[in-house]
């Protein structure tokens, strides 16, 4: 009987960061995705390698396990509902072709600048 294709590390991440804040504990992840621990535990250091999760120590029930939280807050569509070209006037002519464009934007190197230096600190 050929061996069951478990899920990718990008359907894992994509319901880790659907926990949003709250995370999700490492025993709940294996039952979603249908893993025995080792291979769950495999999966999940791959993505901490990766600087895509981070995994926080915790008492649950007694006994010490980790739950487990997306990292980029970047991806979230509230960190981008003040990006300036949402409320910019030249949007509308701004291109990559025009004089106006985002690589020669300030405003708009500004506010990532910004959200990189939350997204090191976080
Ligand atoms: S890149 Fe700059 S100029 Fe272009 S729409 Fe965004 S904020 Fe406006």
Known sequence: ?????????????????????EGILQSEL??????????GSR???????????ERRKELHDGR?????????RFSRIDSIKDVPCAFCDLEAKCSQSALQNPTKCEKLTKWLETMAEGIVKA
């Open 64 to 72: 010490w396990t980790y739950r487990i939280l997306a990292r980029h």
């Open 1 to 21: 009987m050929p061996k069951k294709k478990g899920p990718t590390e990008q359907d894992v991440l994509h319901i880790i960061k659907n926990t949003q804040e």
């Open 43 to 53: 999966t999940i250091l791959r993505l901490e390698k990766k600087g895509l999760i």
């Open 30 to 39: 294996w039952k979603r995705i249908e893993a025995d621990s080792r291979e």
